[in-house]
């Protein structure tokens, strides 16, 4: 019971799934269904013991659930009734360009609604199911079958970009709000500060924004004006570069933790634990880049074939 109130029977779990947990009674009056405790028996145990479910986990699950069935239906009735294998599943330009619409949709709205939005799974997913049921029947995979069910670079990177949508205008959100805050604070010029080369002669030293201004003002480059003057570029110290990297470290730490907290609605310190490692990983690999050369010896390109 919700409220006191008994939902209609006209009202089924699919109506949940597709509208939301809320539904009208015959007065027009609107009921929401969320964090309901549903009892159910447990499968081991005395009889009478229950484990408590929420609802909201429920839906979830039953959505994924539909998803999944509907693709297997699919994978079946293009198997069964269509007679058709592995290499019949044409996966061709609109079928990349629906994988691309549905992987920048997807994390905004759930694997659920997208199926919903596009009709049903894209002809990769379904190209997948086909090899999945294959094997758990037993049939017979070729080579050729093994390969034309194999992902090409342009699908995985076509998949993983599109994919990135979300958090990527996630980030782009936060630091929206946390670059001005950072200048009204005076963090940006602190950080500078830290990250700033020094110019050093006889003991004495000077930033580097010291050095670039007066470079400036002879009309020469900050390397022209060093070597005329004799400085020194001492770089900055290892006291700066630690403390830049541990607030890089922090700062980065709070913006996953943000977005985790919003995507989840608690504060989790795995998402504070990530940021901090990606900001400290990040400034400890990066004078490390021009050291690290990618080798393409190896690289087996993706072959086109010509239908």
């Known amino acids: 019971m919700i409220a006191n109130k008994r939902i209609p029977i006209t009202f089924t779990l699919r109506d949940w799934m597709n509208n939301g947990k809320n539904y009208k009674d015959k007065d027009g009056k609107v009921w929401a269904a ?152 005076g963090l940006t010029k602190y950080m500078n500060a830290l990250n700033t080369a020094r110019w050093a002669k006889n003991g004495k030293t000077w930033t580097g924004a010291n050095i670039a201004a007066r470079a400036k003002a002879s009309k020469l480059s900050v390397l022209d004006y060093a070597a005329k003057h004799g400085l020194k570029n001492i770089g900055n110290s290892m006291r700066s570069k630690g403390v830049a990297t541990l607030i890089t470290g922090t700062l980065e730490g709070a913006k996953f933790g943000a977005i985790d907290a919003f995507n989840t609605g608690e504060v989790s310190v795995k998402g504070l634990a990530t940021g901090f490692g990606f900001g400290v990983g990040g400034r400890i690999l990066a004078p490390l880049a021009p050291y690290m050369p990618v080798s393409y010896t190896h690289l087996t390109l993706p072959t086109i074939y010509s239908v």
């Open 34 to 185: 969320r964090n309901v405790e549903l009892k159910k028996e447990t499968k081991e145990g005395p009889a009478g013991e229950y484990e408590i479910g929420d609802i909201d986990e429920m839906l979830d699950r039953a959505k994924d659930d539909v998803v999944d069935y509907n693709a297997e239906h699919e994978a079946l009735k293009r198997m069964y009734f269509l007679n058709e294998g592995i290499q019949d599943q044409d996966v061709g330009a609109i079928g990349h360009l629906a994988t691309s619409a549905k992987s920048l949709v997807e994390p905004f709205i759930g694997e659920y609604q997208t199926d919903r939005l596009f009709g049903g799974q894209t002809d990769r997913v379904i190209l997948d199911k086909v090899g999945e049921k294959y094997n758990q029947m037993g049939y017979k995979v070729t080579p050729e079958d093994e390969e034309y069910l194999e992902r090409g670079v342009g699908e995985m990177v076509n998949e993983g970009f599109f994919g990135s949508g979300r958090i990527l205008a996630e980030f782009y959100g936060v630091n929206k709000i946390v670059k001005p805050l950072s200048m009204v604070t």
